[in-house]
């Protein structure tokens, strides 16, 4: 059986105008990102919806949208002269359906909080939310309510993750079949952890609410919503993922030892200062204060840059030492660590896909591809923090630890560097 295609349909910048095809038409909407190529994709698209993902005869809202943007626009796919369009339902209150609830949600993201125009965690946040709701798109929002809510976690929790996975050419068969090797074994199914099902969950509470501000839903929707009851461990077969905890000193250096030297110098200086990954990969000469004993990295753009939160990154002569290998002849916003400059310091031709800077997910990537094939102890990045922290609090107390990790609040702290286990032992040794 066909498996039905549920996706809405999303317009494209071409050359900063707008375009969305739907059945073999092309509609442009004007400047890509305004208020109205907004409305008139949710023109669009509802009437999509509301004749069954088909559009009506004759429809052709570029008649009643009113005189184009100013500046080039590409002409539109001409359109047959039919009757006038048949009236459209409202596009708020009872008549929403919660696929549309989610189209306008994931275009007001794009608009309004996307930073330097990259993604961030809440539009990835707000994409795993709109795929859970994939089953309810249809629905209305009025009627989406704890139970339709309970049957997504529930969905979310009880099935399989989708594996995505590069498709290779398919290789020549060998004539000789007892050359051929064993097919491999099937792997098991893997499963959300209960975290991400709760991170999901919250989601699509933050979807209502937002509607809620836009006066697309009633208020009741959210309280309805908020009184679905948490979910707890062992009631799906939803995963419990054990806590993070720092990587020990001899796993670190086994990996560095089998990684390119620019990235191993990259994970040094995290492990040094507690940086997060993403900050110490865009580090650049310019942000780095060089005037004293200690230096000062302010990263321009960091987690709670939006909080107005200010990120200092102090530098000690151990990270320095490693710095300065690479500050050298730089230009001051050349990043420090560069993917290029690592092949060619390999011996090899960087390729189109190197780029001038490193990300944390590439970074990670290669840490544990690294331990997977040479039998370490699998490790992630962020582990480095939780290592940095945690021996800071041990050596000088948590408000040290507070300080290096740049946490506002000190039970922000807590969670990366936990009490150590140590100390309960020395006193149960002395007077228990």
Known sequence: MRRRNTSLPTPVSIRGRARIRLDGRTYWLGEFGSPEARRLE?????????????????FDPLASAGPPAPGPT??????????????????AGDDITVGELCQRWIAWIKAERLTHGQDTSLLAGARQAVYALR????MRASQF???ALAEVRVALANEPVRVVSRKRKAKTETPNTSARKPPKPTKPPRYRSRNTVVDTIGRVRQLFRWAVSRELVAPDRVHALASLEPLLPGQTRAVERPPVRPVPDDVFEATLAKLPPVMADLLRVCRLTGSRPGEVCKMTTRHIDMRGEVWVYSPPEHKNAWRRHDRNVAIGPRAQAVLRRYIGNRSLDAPLFSPRESEVARGRKPGRHHRDFYDDCQVCRAVVRACEKHGIQRWTPYQLRHARLEEVRDHFGLDHAQAVGG????????VYASVNR????EVARQSG
């Open 74 to 91: 590409p002409p539109a796919v001409a359109v047959a002269a039919a009757p006038p369009p048949p009236a459209l339902p409202p596009a």
């Open 42 to 58: 949710d023109r669009i698209v509802g009437a999509w919806l509301a004749a069954g993902r088909k559009l009506p005869e004759g």
């Open 407 to 414: 946490h506002k609040h000190a039970r922000v702290t807590e």
């Open 422 to 425: 140590r100390k309960a032992q």
């Open 135 to 138: 089953r309810h798109w249809a």
């Open 145 to 147: 309510g704890p139970r």
